[in-house]
């Protein structure tokens, strides 16, 4: 006995039927209805890619540029690296040729210029045309506070 297809209630089939005035056949494909497949199964040529002496493009093929995926955190970390480490072995080299001794005489040090002095936040007065004070405000703003009357 063949198996159960898939299909509506035998009601609807005998309707399905009558209104279509044929016996209705199902578009799907079943393995039981359909013929058996009597050719074997191909069997294709090697391709030429798999000898190199039959290949003139082996060094094209895409099958050999394929390389691991490239983590971009850790590449970018080890270049960084890389740069820190060429920069602190310049600066020791610099570094090396002011303390070497050299022929003449000994060069004076240089004095740093001083530093300057730290320039003071701004300051708003509008309270003095207000009150008659000299209330002296930062510029920005205190947070959550939009207005001055606030």
Known sequence: MPPKHRDISPFLQFLRDFLLG????TSH?????MSPRS????????PSM????????Y???ARSQVKP????VEEKKRQLAAI???AAKAAAAVEA??????????????????PKPAIPPKVCKQGQAKKGKAKARKMLPTPGQMHKWD
């Open 84 to 86: 820190a480490a060429e």
């Open 29 to 33: 494909r079943y393995a039981d209805t």
């Open 59 to 61: 060094q094209r093929d």
């Open 97 to 114: 040729a002011k303390t070497a001794p050299k022929d003449g005489p000994v060069p004076k040090p240089v004095s740093k210029p001083a």
């Open 69 to 72: 995926p490239i983590d971009l």
């Open 50 to 57: 798999n000898r190199l002496s039959g290949n003139p493009y």
């Open 22 to 25: 044929r016996k209705h056949v």
């Open 39 to 46: 050719l074997p199964a191909p069997t294709p040529p090697e």
